[in-house]
């Protein structure tokens, strides 16, 4: 009996992997036919597209379809992009050098190079040192050793770790570590407890609000800097952003919905005002005078990769090569390991490659220009237009990832007329961490949703809260840092 069903679920698994097979073709396909239609139709609206720019078009249409349908990972999708800008504007029928307008196609590939990726992949070593180590659950542990054992209390403590630890760490890393740490106590609470599940809730919350308050906290805030230094480099009235202005930006706004969140979460379950067992902290491993060492070391080389990140403005040395001291020192002690580099996430570095790319492209055929140029004479209400575009990509990075929103949105609200480049895409990079009303549209949330303790109804108090109110808190104090002449 016991075999039959076995053999019954080996079935059925194989059958559930050949029907989503099929599924993923079927959405490439149609993500092409989708493609080409549109690009067809722009092409022939008197626009009077070169070849380069509609070939530009065909695959910005093609992404976004890919993404949204998840017919291949989006990392997958990040690498098409790059493969077709060269295979299609590389071809000498299309693109002759000499002639006005060249593009030389090895700038598509060389954004793997760019400043933002070793910022993003420093940011990665530090997380896998402190992973590594288990820093990262000394944190969550001292977070609610300096509290009581009120349920409120514990809730508040374990978020504003999640959101601080996810400033440095990736989201997912974070909430994985926290839900894991927390886990022994969730399962002694009964089904369906509301202290269990406003910490199921809270925790990714709270890692992707955090992810708002550094430029290595989400993959949309390195767009948006890319963004906005590429257009420094041509408008000398825009500034390059650094480490220690993305985080003015950013922390205030992150920690004002973190409170505001977990005061949602605490009216919404009624968390009572008992004291909890928290005897599982009490368990602890021994550790030799290598774990203490490696443990310092990490510290050490934390503390002296931030301390230059935030002041790279005094010593002019760049955020990007500052992050060679993580990269170089970790592994020349073995904290971190060949095997470990390997597990990086690489595939977010190939979405977001994937994504400066694209936004080159656009740049670079003239789309970006044309598009101007349509618009010229329109007169837009600034704040009207951040709200916008606000919503928009809150409302896009629940149904896609939301590096991929901010790689299509952010190139089109930086151009437009009579609106701040800078400002827009802070608006984007910042709202792309909003997105929280399905269990898809964060991994953190994803793995909350994989405890089988939540329902997805469960995810609409961080969707619709966090949703609505952290687009216009960011616009509020975008508008009054620019008010004060900090922007």
């Not at 993003?120 to 402190?130: N, R, T, V, Y």
């Not at 390195?222 to 930006?249: G, R």
């Not at 379950?269 to 067992?277: A, C, G, S, V």
């Amino acid at each position: 009996m016991g075999d039959s069903r076995r053999a019954a679920q080996i079935v059925g698994h194989k059958m559930r992997q050949i029907i989503d097979a099929q599924k993923r073709v079927i959405f490439f396909l149609l993500s092409i036919i989708f493609a080409s239609g549109l690009s067809f139709l722009i092409t022939n609206y008197e626009l009077n597209l070169t070849t380069v720019q509609t070939y530009v078009v065909f695959i910005l249409f093609l992404a976004i379809a890919l993404w949204v349908t998840e017919a291949i990972p989006p990392f997958a999708v990040g690498l098409l992009i790059v493969g077709l800008l060269i295979f299609l504007i590389g071809r000498e029928d299309t693109n002759v050098m000499g002639e006005e307008g060249y593009i030389d196609v090895k700038q598509f590939v060389q954004t793997w190079s760019n400043s933002v990726i070793w910022l993003m992949l420093g940011g990665f070593f530090l997380a896998e040192g402190l992973r590594k180590t288990r820093l990262d659950y000394d944190l969550f542990k001292m977070s609610i050793s300096v509290v009581d054992k009120k349920p409120k209390n514990i809730l508040f403590a374990l978020m504003l770790a999640t959101g601080i630890a996810s400033m440095i760490m990736s989201n997912t890393a974070t909430t994985a570590m926290m839900i894991a740490s927390i886990m022994p106590f969730i399962n002694t609470l009964p089904k369906g407890n509301s202290m269990a599940k406003a910490l199921l809730i809270g925790i990714p919350a709270a890692a992707s609000i955090g992810g708002m308050g550094t430029i290595i906290g989400s993959p949309p805030n390195a767009i948006a800097v890319d963004a906005i230094n590429t257009l420094s480099e041509i408008h000398h009235n825009i500034k390059p952003i650094t480490f220690l202005d993305w985080m003015i930006y950013g922390i205030p706004t992150s920690l004002v919905l973190i409170v505001i969140f977990w005061l949602v979460l605490t009216q919404i379950f009624k968390l009572k005002n008992i004291e909890l067992d928290l005897s599982f902290l009490n368990q602890s491993n021994l550790e030799s005078k290598l774990d203490k060492f490696n443990k310092k070391f990490v510290l050490i080389v934390l503390g002296i990769t931030i301390l230059l990140w935030l002041t790279s403005s005094w010593h002019g040395i760049p955020a990007a090569a500052v992050s060679g001291i993580p990269i170089i020192l970790l592994p020349m002690v073995s904290i971190i390991t060949g095997e470990d580099v390997r597990k990086l996430p690489w595939d977010t570095l190939m979405l977001v490659a994937g994504g400066l790319s694209l936004g080159l492209a656009i740049q670079l055929s003239g789309l970006a220009d044309l598009f101007v140029s349509k618009l010229d004479g329109i007169e837009f209400n600034p704040i009207i237009i951040m709200l916008i575009f606000a919503f928009a990509t809150v409302l896009f990075s629940n149904i896609m990832s939301n590096t991929a929103t901010a790689t299509i949105l952010i190139p089109v609200a930086t151009i437009l007329p009579g609106v701040g480049s800078l400002e827009m895409a802070l608006v984007i990079g910042l709202s792309a961490s909003c997105a929280l009303f399905l269990p898809v549209s964060t991994p953190p949330n994803a793995i909350a949703y994989s405890t089988g303790k939540l329902e997805q109804s469960d995810f609409k108090y961080g969707g619709i809260s966090i949703g609505f109110l952290g687009p216009i808190l960011t616009i509020l104090w975008l508008l009054g840092l620019k008010f004060m002449n900090i922007i």
